[in-house]
């Protein structure tokens, strides 16, 4: 749940990039980052010995303002790799919404499901429900061989009506727009926590 503080007039929500492992969380928000001209933080990141994202890496960025309140978004990705599950529940604690980025090969739609499942389980866990949760799923490396048909991920992937993007993350191809979006989801529903 979104953090506002009266006294400084901000409000800070957590978006988090969820997925199975290489499936191009890390690579949306490097590309915010680096195409960002916006006042933001510092890109933390931390990897394992094979250079897979260990726990998040971390993007305060200033969207606007809702009734007066600067809003930040703090991106933040959790570890794909199933032996990290404790890393994700933990990052996913106080989420405001999720941007779930499947991987559009065919040879990866088991890691996929797998995700999605870990990812409702997990929320339930904390007390979300999942349908109540913004989220946005993105279909990712759109631009290479052997890639599921949209409408295969959709209905193995999709069961809530979720919005969908295409995207090509290391062009930065559909990024922002996926941003955008869930971005929307959220300050709506703070919008409606603050009237």
Same mark, same amino acid.
């Given at each position: 749940m979104s953090f506002v503080n009266y006294h400084t007039k +901000? &409000?800070?929500?957590? &978006? !988090?990039?969820y997925g199975p492992g290489l499936g191009g969380k890390t690579t949306n928000i490097q590309h915010v980052y680096m195409? @960002?001209? %916006?006042?933001?933080?510092?890109f933390v990141r931390l990897n394992t010995d094979n250079e897979r994202t260990l726990f998040f890496d971390f993007l305060p960025l200033e969207i606007g303002e /809702?009734?007066?309140?600067k809003t930040r978004f703090h991106l933040y990705t959790v570890p794909g790799q199933v032996i990290y599950e404790?890393?994700?529940?933990l990052i996913l604690r106080g989420v405001d919404g999720i941007v779930f980025v499947a991987d559009s090969q065919v040879s990866r739609m +088991?890691?996929? &499901? +797998?995700s999605m499942n870990g990812l409702k389980t997990n929320l339930e866990e904390q007390g979300y429900v999942f349908d109540k949760v913004p989220i946005v799923l993105q279909w990712n490396k759109r631009d290479l061989p052997n890639i599921a048909p949209v409408k295969e991920l959709s209905g193995k992937l999709n069961h809530s009506s979720l919005p969908e993007i295409e995207a &090509? %993350? !290391?062009e930065g191809q559909g990024v922002f727009e996926t941003l955008k979006l !869930? @971005?929307?989801? /959220?300050?709506?529903n703070v919008k409606s926590g603050l009237e």
């Open positions: +901000e &409000i800070n929500c957590k &978006i !988090v990039y195409k @960002t001209k %916006a006042d933001k933080g510092e /809702v009734q007066g309140f404790a890393s994700r529940k +088991e890691a996929n &499901i +797998e &090509i %993350a !290391v !869930v @971005t929307k989801k /959220v300050l709506i």
